[in-house]
């Protein structure tokens, strides 16, 4: 069941190898709006449409890749019993963070696939919030591509059955589809939500640990989707696919990368999911229509290239 006291996907900090080029690309193309520094190596920011303080963090480092992904609980009561479930029922080390401004204690599990993923309750909202008295679409102009708010992930590693047996035993995720193996004993990648979102993180079998496929940032329409790929166009940001439609998801969507390497996505639409419908699932040679549904076929770089 989703929406069990699991809200959402609410925060992702990932690593960035260059200050500068990093945020023309989140800030000025994507759209994001920069909160402010956490210390010399990292800076918080948000999309336009989100409410808590901050949901990305760009840290410095001499290679990309994920440092850890966080669901927001509603109640500190759901956090506890996230934790004490995990203990007991799957053995996994935990870690307390509380250096993310705004932020109250963030549970950082050490889940299967070799991830971080966070759960936490507490956060304050931020200095500037969507308006909510007579309000606006926005309050100030959206920039670049218009990016509402950090969407999800696609997480790479291995034992992936048991990160997602924790994610819906433990955090209370639903599988909203799953791309089944060959011998339809398994999954190759499984989707998730907490909500009515078609996911909040995909969990894909891998035999390296910890990596990231990509980050997913929000769009509004296709005609958004559109517009993100002339600017991509326009500034030369390299594209990996689209834009196109998922047949997984249905979303619509370009795959791109950022200066240092990330795989970073554009959503827009999709189906809205709840709780009692049947589960989707696709066969493994659909696979190139599930996720290109347009052209039916992965390109060379789609599995192979991550961070």
């Known amino acids: 069941m989703a929406i069990t006291g699991i809200l959402r996907v609410g925060l992702i900090q990932f690593r960035v190898l260059d200050f500068e080029q990093s945020l023309v690309h ?3 193309r994507i759209g994001l709006n920069e909160v402010g520094k956490i210390d010399e190596d990292r800076i918080m920011l948000k999309g ?4 808590d303080h901050h949901s990305v963090v760009l840290r410095r480092a001499d290679r990309p890749g994920l440092d850890f992904i966080a669901f927001k609980a509603d109640s500190r009561e759901k956090v506890q019993d996230v934790l004490r479930r995990t203990r007991e029922e799957f053995g996994y080390t935990i870690e307390e ?10 549970y950082l599990v050490n889940v299967s696939t070799g991830h971080k993923v966070g759960v936490y309750s507490d956060v304050a909202l931020a200095e500037k919030t969507p308006m909510i008295h007579n ?3 926005w ?42 193996n060959a011998e339809r004993t398994g999954n190759i990648c499984t989707w998730l939500s907490a909500s009515t979102r078609g996911h909040d993180v995909a969990v894909l079998e891998f035999p390296e640990p910890g990596k990231l ?7 509004q329409t296709w005609d958004d989707v559109g517009r993100a790929a002339d600017i991509m166009a326009r500034y030369g940001i390299t594209i990996d696919a689209g834009p196109m439609r998922h047949g997984i998801t249905r979303g619509q969507t370009i795959y791109f990368f950022d200066p240092s390497g990330n795989r ?6 999709g189906y809205e999911f709840f709780p009692d419908n049947p589960r989707r699932y696709w066969d493994a040679e659909r696979a190139g229509e599930g996720v290109f549904y347009y052209n039916k076929a992965l390109n060379s770089t789609f599995l192979s290239v991550y961070s």
């Open 48 to 51: 336009y449409d989100e409410f």
């Open 26 to 28: 989140y800030r000025d």
């Open 213 to 219: 496929h990509h980050v997913s940032f929000h769009l």
């Open 135 to 137: 309000p606006h679409i």
């Open 264 to 269: 970073n996505e554009t959503f827009a639409g």
């Open 139 to 180: 309050d100030e102009q959206p920039r670049g591509f218009g990016a509402t708010h950090f969407d999800h992930a696609l997480l790479y590693g291995p034992n992936a059955a048991e990160t997602v047996r924790w994610f819906t035993d433990v955090m209370g995720l639903a599988i909203t589809e799953e791309l089944q």
């Open 97 to 106: 963070l509380n250096d993310q401004p705004g932020y109250g204690t963030i």
